[in-house]
């Protein structure tokens, strides 16, 4: 979702539920990749 700009800004939440149902795959690889589809930004505050 990095990449795609404004296109899948409206559709985030709907994607980011699909996405995360992964979570609980039994695959590893599957697992690792649902965290890195999501773009997740953190601000530190001071």
Do not use: H
Not at 15 to 20: F, G, T
Not at 23 to 45: K, Q
């Amino acid at each position: 979702m990095v990449n795609t700009g404004e296109f899948m800004m409206s559709r985030y939440r709907e994607v980011a539920e699909i996405v995360l149902t992964y979570l609980d795959n039994r695959d590893r690889l599957v697992r690792l990749l649902c965290f890195l589809e999501l773009p997740i930004s953190y601000r530190t505050a001071l």
